[in-house]
């Protein structure tokens, strides 16, 4: 193979700096550096963004094969020898590597996500472990004590202002000081070879649909961090050397480093085959290093049970931006965007123990799909003391206990109409309802009233019951005597636990309830 054929890795290492160049000055367009809109950002153009998904994959996966073609090129160069001749050349490749790495180091992090969020901490704390500087260069990286909008402002600064000025100052210096004439066949292989690596390029990130996004960044969650697959033999190599490891990630990068930058001073004797497997046998090591790291972690069954959860929980708080959007307050608050986040979650805390048709420790009737519609209040009038109703309190065991409503299939339709009503549900009849109001009188005044605020005699006011109103009241206080009375509820008052909006929010979703099928409460999102 003529040294010729070996350059056409360099020419294609140019076209993906381009397409880096090109992908990044879109995404930077839609980019917003700051802790709270990093990640809702980056989501945006991976799933909402027209052909974002496709820009973004270029600019991820391009990064992985410079690497890939950057240690071809290597080789290459190694093999060929040509760095005896070309020393600043060969130097100024490997500045080009560094920076390459430089690149992904600093754009991994600006997603905001779990995953390069806590690989850079990993990454920033070994940096931390340099003897004399190393606590200034993590205040310099993270720009204070802790990771917040100084970080990805940094960050963002060195990848998309500071490591493409030197970088493309860089490539410039290389390829002038590289540059052999090459006739027009030359230049045809060169092109051919560049459109085969860019389509292959645009095949993976078709396969693979764009790039990854974990969920967003959470100081507060345990995270298995994991670097770039490019970083994972040091990563092993980390692994190995145990309490070591801080020692190892520093000076082997140097070493090897210094032995490849060694190489043009160093080689000058005849025999080259020692210095071509030094070169040979060191990028064998990293790529076993590599494939040890993947091993290891695909046989952790415990490990892929938490890698899938995280997927899953990345999906998650991508469906919902994509669904809801993202909160101003940041990325983390994209879970409170379901459906009724918050009064969910009060009822999963606060009610749900002594109302759920499945809890063992049920006290109360069971609040679900339909309660407080009219086939709920027909049955409760038939049996109160009922399994669901009444049935396990206290109050069903006594003397004080509801009695059935004996009244005819018709007048019991009315009835149901009538208390029905009181919730301001749109599809009263109103003829019933009239009708259901005459039999009230007759037959329930004696206990109860109907008047808005007004108690019974001896039993719960029934005015507005099932309303928002009633709801967050009743909740506020069910042992008012216009509710059960101090004497008749086990239920305990909320209204010092629980903020008048949370009350209202909670009544909101039982008044929800009254209308819901089981299918409606299934196709909530989960919280």
Same mark, same amino acid.
């Given at each position: 193979?003529?040294?010729?054929?070996?350059?056409?890795?360099?020419?294609?290492? *140019?076209?993906?700096?381009?397409?880096?160049?090109?992908?990044?000055?879109?995404?930077?367009?839609?980019?917003?550096?700051?802790?709270?809109?990093?990640?809702?950002?980056?989501?945006?153009?991976?799933?909402?963004?027209?052909?974002?998904?496709?820009?973004?994959?270029?600019?991820?996966?391009?990064?992985?094969?410079?690497?890939?073609?950057?240690?071809?090129?290597?080789?290459?160069?190694?093999?060929?020898?040509?760095?005896?001749?070309? /020393?600043?050349?060969?130097?100024?490749?490997?500045?080009?590597?560094?920076?390459?790495?430089?690149?992904?180091? @600093?754009?991994?992090?600006?997603?905001?996500? %779990?995953?390069?969020?806590?690989?850079? !901490?990993?990454?920033?704390?070994?940096?931390?472990?340099?003897?004399?500087?190393?606590? %200034?260069?993590?205040?310099?990286?993270?720009?204070?004590?802790?990771?917040?909008?100084?970080?990805?402002?940094?960050?963002?600064?060195?990848?998309?202002?500071?490591?493409?000025?030197?970088?493309?100052?860089?490539?410039?210096?290389?390829?002038?000081?590289?540059?052999?004439?090459?006739?027009?066949?030359?230049?045809?292989?060169?092109?051919?070879?560049?459109?085969?690596?860019?389509?292959?390029?645009?095949?993976?990130?078709?396969?693979?649909?764009?790039?990854?996004?974990?969920?967003?960044?959470?100081?507060?969650?345990?995270?298995?961090?994991?670097?770039?697959?490019?970083?994972?033999?040091?990563?092993?190599?980390?692994?190995?050397? $145990?309490?070591?490891? #801080?020692?190892?990630?520093?000076?082997?990068?140097?070493?090897?480093?210094?032995?490849?930058?060694?190489?043009?001073?160093?080689?000058?004797?005849?025999?080259?085959?020692?210095?071509?497997?030094?070169?040979?046998?060191?990028?064998?090591?990293? *790529?076993?290093?590599?494939?040890?790291?993947?091993?290891?972690?695909?046989?952790?069954?415990? &490990?892929?049970?938490?890698?899938?959860?995280?997927?899953?929980?990345? @999906?998650?708080?991508?469906?919902?931006?994509?669904?809801?959007?993202?909160?101003?307050?940041?990325?983390?608050? *994209?879970?409170?965007?379901?459906?009724?986040?918050?009064?969910?979650?009060?009822?999963?805390?606060?009610?749900?123990?002594?109302?759920? =048709?499945?809890?063992? +420790?049920?006290?109360?009737?069971?609040?679900?799909?339909?309660?407080?519609?009219? /086939?709920?209040?027909?049955?409760?009038?038939?049996?109160? @003391?009922?399994?669901?109703?009444?049935?396990?309190? #206290?109050?069903? !065991?006594?003397?004080?206990?509801?009695?059935?409503?004996?009244? @005819?299939? =018709?007048?019991?339709?009315?009835?149901?109409?009538?208390?029905?009503?009181?919730?301001?549900?749109?599809?009263?009849?109103?003829?019933?309802?009239?009708?259901? #109001?005459?039999?009230?009188? !007759?037959?329930?005044?004696?206990?109860?009233?109907?008047?808005?605020?007004?108690?019974?005699?001896?039993?719960?006011?029934? $005015?507005? *019951?099932?309303?928002?109103?009633?709801?967050?009241?009743?909740?506020?206080?069910?042992?008012?005597?216009?509710?059960?009375?101090?004497?008749?509820?086990?239920?305990?008052?909320?209204?010092?636990?629980?903020?008048?909006?949370?009350?209202?929010?909670?009544?909101?979703?039982?008044?929800?309830?009254?209308?819901?099928?089981?299918? +409606?409460?299934?196709? &909530?999102?989960?919280?």
């Amino acid at each position: 193979m003529t040294a010729a054929t070996w350059r056409l890795f360099g020419w294609s290492l *140019v076209m993906l700096l381009l397409v880096e160049a090109v992908t990044g000055t879109a995404l930077a367009a839609f980019y917003s550096p700051s802790a709270t809109d990093a990640w809702a950002s980056v989501a945006y153009v991976q799933d909402q963004m027209p052909w974002g998904w496709f820009v973004r994959g270029l600019h991820f996966h391009a990064a992985s094969a410079i690497v890939i073609v950057s240690g071809l090129h290597l080789l290459q160069i190694t093999v060929a020898g040509t760095y005896r001749e070309r /020393a600043v050349a060969w130097w100024l490749g490997l500045v080009l590597i560094v920076l390459v790495l430089g690149f992904a180091v @600093s754009g991994y992090v600006l997603r905001w996500d %779990q995953a390069g969020y806590w690989a850079n !901490k990993v990454e920033v704390g070994i940096a931390a472990g340099t003897p004399v500087v190393g606590a %200034q260069i993590k205040t310099l990286a993270i720009g204070g004590n802790e990771y917040g909008n100084l970080t990805l402002t940094r960050f963002y600064a060195l990848h998309a202002l500071v490591l493409p000025v030197v970088t493309g100052a860089a490539v410039v210096f290389h390829v002038l000081r590289a540059r052999r004439g090459d006739d027009w066949s030359q230049r045809f292989n060169q092109a051919l070879v560049m459109a085969v690596v860019f389509a292959l390029l645009v095949a993976y990130v078709l396969t693979e649909h764009g790039a990854d996004l974990a969920a967003p960044a959470d100081p507060s969650a345990a995270y298995d961090a994991r670097p770039l697959w490019y970083f994972r033999w040091l990563f092993e190599l980390r692994h190995l050397a $145990g309490s070591a490891e #801080k020692v190892v990630a520093l000076v082997t990068p140097a070493v090897v480093g210094g032995f490849l930058a060694a190489l043009p001073l160093v080689d000058k004797g005849p025999h080259r085959k020692p210095w071509i497997g030094g070169v040979v046998g060191l990028l064998a090591l990293i *790529v076993a290093l590599s494939l040890a790291s993947f091993a290891g972690d695909s046989g952790d069954a415990d &490990l892929a049970k938490r890698n899938a959860q995280a997927e899953k929980q990345a @999906s998650r708080a991508r469906a919902l931006a994509a669904l809801h959007g993202v909160p101003a307050t940041g990325a983390q608050d *994209v879970y409170t965007t379901v459906t009724m986040y918050r009064a969910r979650t009060i009822y999963e805390q606060r009610c749900k123990s002594c109302h759920d =048709a499945q809890s063992k +420790d049920r006290k109360g009737p069971v609040i679900g799909p339909g309660h407080g519609n009219r /086939a709920w209040f027909k049955a409760f009038l038939k049996a109160p @003391s009922d399994d669901v109703f009444w049935g396990r309190t #206290k109050l069903a !065991k006594t003397d004080d206990a509801m009695k059935a409503v004996e009244l @005819s299939d =018709a007048d019991l339709d009315d009835l149901t109409e009538l208390l029905y009503a009181q919730s301001g549900a749109g599809d009263v009849d109103a003829a019933k309802r009239d009708r259901g #109001k005459v039999i009230f009188d !007759k037959a329930c005044t004696d206990c109860h009233s109907i008047d808005d605020g007004v108690a019974g005699s001896s039993a719960p006011g029934l $005015g507005n *019951v099932g309303s928002r109103d009633w709801y967050t009241h009743f909740i506020g206080n069910p042992k008012a005597g216009v509710h059960m009375g101090p004497d008749h509820s086990q239920m305990p008052r909320f209204d010092k636990d629980l903020s008048i909006i949370d009350r209202d929010a909670l009544a909101e979703y039982l008044g929800w309830l009254r209308g819901a099928s089981q299918r +409606d409460v299934d196709l &909530l999102e989960s919280l």
